[in-house]
């Protein structure tokens, strides 16, 4: 399943296209997937990265009540941190820290999707092009244009950190399990 999602991605002339196309048609199927070990499975294996940031992006913009429109981005990311609720509830019973932790774990997630198709090595750095486009690309050394909001500083960072701590400490008091204290390190 994996390496054909991988190659639907691939086949268009616009990866990001298709990519928005399948993760609009998977993200029901996700919603529906009854455990978390299940989910992340289907996540964590993914091998387009550009899917599977496009069915994170989904997933939180899903948890927002007030959905933003930007483009994938860092300062969204940020915007996420601050607007997502818990996640919603899937059909298997979890305590409250436990879908927090998978909030975390799944944000953790989009950032190294993005990442992985934003800014990583010289291959990747194109995954938004055809593939016969990429080629000529990374043979110019072309280097991936970034957005206005990719420039984001670490003021930003903390005050979006705190803010999002803050929400958790109302929700789970004090103190954190450790889970959720590495994952908000990992995170920040």
């Known amino acids: 399943l994996q390496r054909m999602l991988s190659m639907a991605v691939e086949v268009d002339r616009s990866p990001t296209c298709s990519s928005r196309k399948i993760a609009d048609d998977i993200f029901p199927f996700i919603l529906n997937i009854p455990l978390r070990s299940q989910r992340e499975a289907l996540l964590n294996t993914m091998e387009s990265q550009l899917l599977r940031c496009r069915l994170l992006e989904l997933l939180f913009q899903h948890s927002c009540d007030m959905p933003n429109t930007s483009s994938m981005s860092l300062d969204k990311v940020l915007y996420f941190l601050s607007h997502s609720s818990v996640l919603p509830q899937f059909q298997d019973e979890t305590a409250t820290w436990q879908r927090w932790d998978e909030m975390l774990q799944y944000l953790s997630l989009l950032l190294l999707s993005y990442h992985s198709v934003k800014?990583?090595?010289?291959?990747?750095?194109?995954?938004?092009?055809?593939?016969?486009?990429?080629?000529?690309?990374?043979?110019?050394?072309?280097?991936?244009?970034?957005?206005?909001?990719?420039?984001?500083?670490?003021?930003?960072?903390?005050?979006?950190?705190?803010?999002?701590?803050s929400r958790m400490q109302k929700t789970l008091g004090e103190p954190f399990p450790p889970q959720i204290q590495e994952k908000l390190f990992m995170l920040q």
Not at 147 to 152: A, K, N, T
Request: avoid cysteine; proline fraction near 4%; charge should be negative.
């Open 119 to 165: 800014l990583a090595f010289p291959l990747a750095e194109h995954l938004r092009t055809s593939v016969s486009d990429r080629m000529e690309l990374i043979a110019q050394k072309a280097k991936p244009r970034l957005q206005d909001s990719d420039d984001i500083s670490q003021l930003d960072i903390q005050l979006k950190m705190n803010d999002f701590i």
